[in-house]
């Protein structure tokens, strides 16, 4: 995949970037570089260059007194010089909007937001040219891959198939290989803990290999990280008596893996707790841990391929929240804090693996990695979902606190018929609901497509004998919602889906973005879904399965490789323009925000940026409905 | 188990669930509940609660079931859950012979620190991997079993009379086709004393061969051992 890199600053549109504070002082003015020749027409796009290489624009940061940071391309001084005469008019929406990035550098242009500063050479080109574009404009993302033809990916639709007992283990040995992602988990005494693909008596040896590169370094007082063998990336972590390894071919960077293998980590820290781990292998450190963590290869398996298929969850460390208004938000928040039991630590309503609403006591906050586990557990692994009834879990939330377990109960609501009931007769006694439930259940887990509506109510406690009262409050908090209807308007909301880029920026070329609020550490994303439906009006085919994979697959890579090079060290970037042969991409950072998007490969710089800062705008516009701003608080 | 509408007197019955991990348990309450079976089902973690009705010809149970994953790790948890418990299904597998042990470990666990009056059941599942299969259940005992070459590696006469000797229910069973599980869970029901006290499992466990002779004609062979253990008492 050859593709250009740019970072926002190396071409003649802007001359520095600030952050979003209200009105800073302007900043002093970056060090000047004697000008060269270069005309401001001249683009000489770093061809061929991976985005990663971001040091080959020579780029210098500066530190603002709000703390930001800027960053300016060396031949800054020119941009001084690019007239308005392109005649390419940024439409500056909204003047009050302190999220658009504003220049300071004195230029002729009156309002220099995002969209002008990126408004690149492109928009000079012949009025010809300018009109094949505009036609071009409509080529989605990935659509010039044609079917056959997947290139990295192939055999992607085949990752998650288990590997078959019955044949012969040559042939076992190939698929193992041809798996595009593997974890393996071992003890430093080379035991073997865990392995995504193949059973232990496949992969052993190899583990043996690990443990042996491993321990080598080790023994050198010098950690192996990671190595790259042919085009497969080894990521390495250590964790007390524990070796967590990560093989991957998707391109993910290595602090990427290194949080996948971490989830992994907490989630047998979940399991076990920190002291019960230490404790087992201080006695004997050859111990066999499979036993003590029986029953939760599932949970790992869960977890690990949720990483393959692409996160953004665990890419943005962030958390998703239904969308809902926020008087409706505070209304539920209100119902569950009234309704609240002497023994509760933490309440969570979700619907579909996306927060509703929370409600904590005021010293402590639940961290997203917790979260994550339990998203994980309920939503991801079928553990919890396909047992019916209400569940109660010992677990151990290692950023809470990783000495100790609190208790988890759980409750689904059910799903379609309990959608009717709630519609026709909104009056339930918690008595009836209960009694429905197990009569529900069946038609629940033979339909799968409710999925997305699946509402759990979980309440966590550290008493481990608080499931009668949990559960109690549970019914309070079941009939109070039935009863005020806010049941149904959490089960219209989560039914809704993602937002469509089509609502929230008519008109605009992006075909997906990403939008982690920092601040409140929550995401929210558009639905994927294939644009050109929306744009050319002809009902495209819904995606079969594997095709709706890949495609995932391959908007997470890009998300992946955005990411990777605006976290890389010592990059400093606040915005990245990445173009490919299959899709153009956008990333912007900025303290408050984190901001990635996607657009087909002929979409422009200024095209992009514009359909960006709308879904800013709307972004910071619908704050309080997309995020959960502290929650219910006792 | 439609709950009908006859004013009769209604009873909770607490239930708790034991057994080695991955003998069915969960399997056993979904095909109770649920009347569903899943293949490839995830091992619970912590516990599930469920509740179903059970109809008698003179009451209502009500069952409140404490379904208890199986690990090793959640072991020092089973007291909360047998704790007041008035029945238990203590199962294995019939394709494994350490789950019988580990069975008869619960059992002894129970017979020691439960509550005295607790009506205990031994349950044998996973009936369908063997030859006697179901529906032909019974008619094949632990002999015939293995010169068939299945994967049956517990005969019925073994557990059987192990279950009699400590006085317990005795049932094969196979969540997968359904076999006998309702019967399990309705001799319980029959089993447990109108007065929750000592328990006075005779008379309710040959109740309990009448009243299965009604739900399902077709039933022969599992159902003898358990009267049969009933006259044992």
């Not at chain 2, 690990?71 to 597998?93: C, G, H, I, K, T």
């Amino acid at each position: 995949m050859a593709r250009q890199a740019e970072a926002e600053t190396n071409d003649d549109g802007a001359s520095k970037v600030t952050s979003p504070s209200p009105s800073p002082p302007p900043p002093p003015l970056p060090p000047r570089r004697k000008p060269s020749g270069e005309g401001p027409a001249q683009v000489a796009p770093a061809q061929a260059k991976p985005t990663t290489a971001v040091s080959s624009i020579d780029i210098s940061t500066l530190s603002f007194p709000d703390g930001s940071r800027g960053t300016f391309s060396t031949n800054a001084a020119q941009a001084v010089s690019a007239p308005a005469a392109s005649g390419y008019v940024t439409p500056v929406g909204d003047l009050a909007d302190s999220m658009s990035i504003m220049s300071f550098a004195p230029t002729l242009r009156p309002h220099g937001d995002l969209a002008s500063l990126v408004a690149g050479g492109l928009n000079r080109k012949s009025r010809a040219w300018n009109m094949l574009r505009s036609q071009s404009e409509t080529v989605q993302p990935f659509e010039s891959i044609e079917l056959g033809a997947l290139g990295d990916l192939a055999g992607f639709e085949r990752e998650f198939d288990e590997i078959p007992d019955n044949t012969a283990d040559d042939i076992r040995l190939a698929i193992w290989k041809s798996k595009m992602k593997h974890y393996m988990i071992l003890s430093s005494a080379g035991k073997p803990i865990y392995s995504r693909h193949g059973d232990l008596s496949l992969v052993n040896s190899y583990m043996g290999i690990i443990q042996t590169i491993i321990s080598f370094y080790e023994g050198a007082n010098n950690p192996l990280l990671g190595f790259t063998a042919g085009n497969a990336r080894f990521v390495i972590a250590i964790e007390g008596p524990l070796y967590f390894v990560a093989i991957s071919r998707l391109g993910e960077s290595d602090a990427q893996l290194r949080s996948q293998l971490e989830a992994l980590y907490m989630q047998i820290l979940s399991t076990l707790t920190l002291p019960t781990l230490k404790n087992i292998f201080a006695h004997r450190p050859s111990t066999d841990l499979r036993k003590p963590l029986e029953g939760t290869e599932s949970l790992l398996s869960s977890l690990a391929d949720s990483f393959t298929k692409g996160s953004p969850s665990t890419l943005l460390g962030a958390l998703e929240c239904l969308r809902l208004r926020k008087s409706q938000r505070l209304a539920i928040n209100n119902i569950f804090l009234k309704s609240r039991s002497e023994k509760l630590l933490y309440g969570l309503i979700v619907a579909g693996g996306k927060l509703v609403s929370v409600i904590r006591p005021r010293k402590h906050s639940l961290h997203p990695s917790d979260l994550q586990l339990i998203f994980n557990m309920l939503f991801e692994s079928g553990s919890i979902k396909s047992g019916g009834g209400e569940s109660w879990v010992p677990l151990c939330l290692p950023a809470f606190n990783n000495r100790g377990y609190l208790y988890m109960y759980v409750s689904f609501f059910d799903g379609r018929t309990d959608a009717a009931f709630v519609g026709e007769a909104a009056q339930q006694s918690p008595e009836s609901s209960h009694d429905s439930t197990s009569e529900n259940n069946s038609e629940r887990a033979s339909n799968n497509v409710e999925d997305e509506e699946e509402i759990a109510i979980i309440l966590i406690s550290p008493d481990k004998e608080s499931f009668y009262d949990l559960k109690e409050m549970r019914d309070k908090l079941a009939a109070q919602l039935t009863k005020s209807g806010h049941l149904s308007l959490i089960r219209s909301a989560a039914r809704e889906g993602r937002p469509k880029i089509q609502t929230v920026a008519p008109g605009a070329q992006i075909s997906h973005f990403l939008y982690k609020s920092r601040a409140n550490v929550q995401f929210c994303m558009s639905s994927v879904e294939p644009a050109s439906a929306a744009q050319t009006a002809a009902a495209a085919p819904e995606p079969s399965g594997p095709e709706k994979l890949l495609t995932h697959r391959r908007l997470m890579t890009l998300y992946h490789e955005l990411h990777a090079s605006m976290h890389a060290k010592y990059a400093h970037l606040k915005v990245l323009h990445a173009v490919s042969e299959d899709a153009a991409s956008l990333a912007w950072i900025t303290p408050i925000f984190e901001f990635y998007c996607v657009a087909g490969p002929n979409v422009s710089r200024a095209a992009m940026a514009q359909g960006a800062n709308r879904i800013i705008q709307w972004a910071k516009r619908e704050e309080e409905r997309l995020f959960i701003i502290g929650g219910g608080v006792f | 188990m439609a709950d009908s509408n006859t004013p009769k007197p209604s009873s909770s019955v607490k239930l708790v669930l034991l057994g080695e991990a991955a003998v069915g348990k969960s399997s056993l309450v979904l095909r109770f509940v649920n009347n569903d079976f899943q293949e490839n089902k995830e091992p619970t973690i912590g516990a599930a609660f469920l509740t179903q009705k059970c109809n008698l010809p003179t009451r209502t149970i009500k069952f409140e079931i404490w379904d208890t994953a199986g690990q090793e790790r959640f072991a020092s948890l089973a007291p909360m859950y047998y704790r007041n418990a008035q029945a238990a299904l203590v199962v294995y597998d019939l394709t494994k012979p350490t789950s019988l042990i580990k069975a008869k470990h619960w059992v002894a666990e129970l017979q020691r620190q439960a509550s005295p009056g607790i009506v205990i059941a031994l349950v044998g599942n996973k009936l369908d991997l063997t030859s006697d299969g179901a529906g032909s259940g019974g008619d094949a005992d632990g002999a015939g079993a293995e010169d068939s070459g299945d994967a049956r590696k517990v005969t019925t006469e073994e557990a059987k009379t192990y279950a009699e000797e400590e006085g317990l229910l005795f049932f094969e069973t196979s969540a997968k086709t359904g076999y006998n599980v309702t019967e399990v869970f309705t001799a319980i029901a029959n089993a447990i004393p109108e007065t929750s006290l000592k328990t006075a499992r005779g008379p309710g466990a040959s109740h309990t061969a009448g009243r299965t002779e009604e739900q399902r004609v077709n039933l022969n062979g599992p159902r003898d051992p358990n009267a049969k253990e009933g006259c044992a008492c």
